[in-house]
């Protein structure tokens, strides 16, 4: 028994460094597979924090282009309402003038010609080659008919009380008048003019669909008005506005063919070209 005591205890003697190095080597082995691992996963996760660095670059690109889109959108809004300011105040500038009715005729001569009386009566007779024609006795306290009343039929003071309106800014106010004249004044003469205006205010607050029905009103109600061509002139710059490209080309085409040698043609060939530009 001893004897084997011995024999175990040598042999376990001489297992232990065998059996001390396999179990260090299973250690670096494991030790190495746990770096290896790591190595895998911190890799993994480098690769996904490059791809969403790339991820958010490609955002913040997409985003300025937005942004620049945007900001050349809001410029070119910018500079058509500038010029629709412009041109409406250049044509209330310019083109007032011309809506103020027809001078009065001046008023004839009162100075009384030479008379003669046969005797104290009333009645007066004025000398004159082969006629004698009795007429009213004149008195220090006569007075030239008043004419308001053709002024108050006509409207005028209404209408230039709307357009000092729209000369001042106030835009809706200025519609809200215009509006309402036609329904004032019906026989009034003024009556294209106040539609145009509601055209060219509601044109200026871009409501584009409003400002059409007004310049078709002028078009197809008063033919003869020479506000005729400047409405079909702003039709087709209303049209335009609204995405109605060929239709908007083909009204302004018909102001340069019905109206050459106008304004309001010229500045149909200046806005058709821009069209063609833009639309190429």
């Known amino acids: 028994m001893k004897i084997m005591a011995k ?10 460094p065998l059996m001390a190095n396999t179990v260090r080597a299973d250690e670096a082995l494991l030790l190495e597979k746990i770096e290896r691992l790591e190595r895998i996963i911190k890799g993994q996760g480098l690769v996904s924090l490059l791809g969403r660095v790339d991820q958010l670059q490609n955002e913040v690109q997409r985003l300025n282009g937005d942004n620049e889109s945007l900001r050349h959108e809001l410029e070119s809004m910018q500079r058509r309402q500038r010029e629709m300011y412009i041109d409406l105040d250049q044509r209330l500038s310019t083109q007032m003038p011309s809506s103020t009715p027809p001078t009065a005729i001046e008023p004839a001569d009162t100075t009384l010609p030479k008379v003669m009386t046969d005797s104290p009566v009333s009645t007066t007779v004025v000398e004159q080659p082969n006629i004698i024609t009795p007429v009213e006795p004149v008195t220090s306290t006569a007075q030239v008919p008043d004419e308001s009343p053709v002024a108050v039929e006509n409207g005028e003071a209404a209408y230039q009380a709307a357009l000092q309106t729209l000369r001042s800014g106030q835009y809706g106010q ?17 009556l294209p003019n106040t539609y145009y205006w509601q055209g060219e205010a509601q044109y200026v607050l871009r409501n584009f669909d409003a400002a059409i029905v007004a310049f078709e009103t002028v078009i197809n109600k008063f033919p003869i008005s020479s506000k005729v061509a400047d409405a079909t002139l702003k039709l087709g710059f209303s049209q335009y506005e609204l995405g109605q490209v060929d239709v908007a080309k083909a009204t302004l085409t018909k102001v340069i063919e019905n109206y050459s040698n106008t304004s309001a043609a010229r500045l149909a060939k200046v806005r058709l070209d821009r069209i063609n530009q833009q639309t190429r």
């Open 7 to 16: 024999k175990a205890l040598v042999v376990a003697l001489i297992l232990s």
């Open 174 to 190: 200025a519609i809200t008048a215009l509006s309402a004249f036609p329904e004032q004044y019906p026989n009034s003469h003024y």
